[in-house]
């Protein structure tokens, strides 16, 4: 039990960071993109670790498992030897100097990667105009209500929907009369749809915005999950699977592409970080209450409560949901802070321009 709390940690606790990281040094054209392909890298691991466990399980059992999978973890440690910090983060703790040689190092990067001079930066924009530096004072001011809601609720019935699902999928194969490894390889092999589903996501993302690609794969992860439920047999099982994990991993580049958009840099990853515990106390119900259809109804309407669970999501992005696309992360505060009647101040900074 203290084993499983600290892995969920840690995996917890590197998300909001390492999206929030991404989404204040990525231009704004193609910052959802970035952060969507990374997040598809998952769908990447998904598939490998439950390919090593096809074959590990069997022979060895799942401790040595554990072991083996968990060696991949080495390799960020070799990864994070170059991060940067964010230039953001250090100008709104006024490291200004610092600020400038991160922005100093980026552009080098990118000059010498293009091959051309770089356009000229634009003024540094003051996101918040509250001087409180408690990240939760900013989190839960006035200002950022209608985030708050949309992204809350976002998070826990998108993830409600999600695990209340997939933690119950091999033990709903079982019923069908798939073995325990038969199972693990019927949900990696459906799994693999869940890889095209975050790269089209990321596409979509900055070609028609954050709000209508989140409802598109959140409705269309409920039509799925709905038809997976029902389906009679074995390949359209795997058809109607396959499509319900393409929009369900989809539905994973909008959250984490699009949440960190809607706070400012002293907020962005408590805000992320509490849209994602709303989440988690979501992926928590979700088994809870399956547990329960599942006796009662049987495993058709464990899948009918997922279908709704998306349904309600993409409700709440249709309407609270603000378009963030093409905008530098100034200018998406800047606008919920006018639109409660107060103006930032502009400086003459360039840590974050264009960006």
């Known amino acids: 039990m203290v084993f499983r709390f600290l892995i969920g940690v840690g995996v917890g606790g590197k998300a ?7 989404s204040e040094i990525i231009p704004s054209g ?6 969507a392909f990374m997040e598809g890298f998952w769908a990447v691991g998904f598939v490998i670790s439950g390919r090593i466990a096809y074959f590990v399980l069997p022979l060895a059992g799942w401790r040595p498992l554990f072991a083996v999978v968990g060696m991949f973890a080495v390799v960020v440690f070799w990864v994070r030897r170059s991060l940067l910090e964010s230039p953001r983060w250090l100008a709104d703790h006024r ?14 990067g990118v000059r010498a990667a293009s091959g051309r001079p770089l356009s000229e930066p634009r003024p540094f924009l003051a996101e918040t105009t509250l001087e409180t530096r408690n990240s939760l004072g900013v989190l839960f001011s006035r200002f950022y209500l209608r985030a708050n809601v949309m992204a809350f609720s976002l998070w826990f019935f998108a993830l409600l929907g999600y ?10 194969l079982g019923e069908r009369g798939f073995s325990v490894v038969g199972s693990v390889g019927f949900v990696t092999l459906i799994t693999l749809g869940g890889i095209p589903g975050f790269y089209v996501a990321a596409e979509l993302l900055e070609r028609i915005g954050r709000k209508p690609t989140t409802a598109i794969f959140l409705a269309m992860s409920a039509v799925m999950a709905y038809a997976y439920g029902h389906s009679v047999d074995t390949t359209s099982l795997l058809l109607a699977g396959f499509a319900m994990q393409f929009f369900m991993f989809g539905m994973w580049s909008c959250l984490y592409a699009s949440t960190p958009e ?12 509490v849209a994602s515990a709303f989440g988690r106390i979501g992926a928590i119900s979700g088994p809870i209450i399956v547990g329960y259809i599942i006796r009662a109804i049987g495993h058709a309407g ?3 409560l997922g279908a709704a669970s998306f ?3 993409a409700f709440v992005v249709l309407t609270l949901g603000i378009e963030t696309r093409n905008r530098t992360l ?19 900074m360039r840590p974050t321009s264009g960006f």
């Not at 490291?95 to 080098?108: D, H, L, S």
Request: net charge negative; glycine share 6%.
């Open 95 to 108: 490291r200004f100097a610092e600020a400038e040689k991160v922005m100093a190092e980026i552009e080098n």
């Open 311 to 313: 349904a309600l999501a």
């Open 330 to 348: 100034e200018e998406i505060c800047r606008q919920e802070e006018r639109a409660e009647g107060s103006r930032p101040a502009s400086h003459a």
């Open 262 to 273: 809607l706070y400012p840099t002293r907020a962005r990853s408590t805000g992320a970080g």
């Open 302 to 304: 464990v899948f009918s």
């Open 30 to 35: 193609v910052r959802a993109k970035y952060i």
């Open 16 to 22: 909001p960071v390492a999206q929030d990281i991404l």
């Open 163 to 172: 695990f209340g699902l997939t933690s119950w999928l091999t033990v709903i």
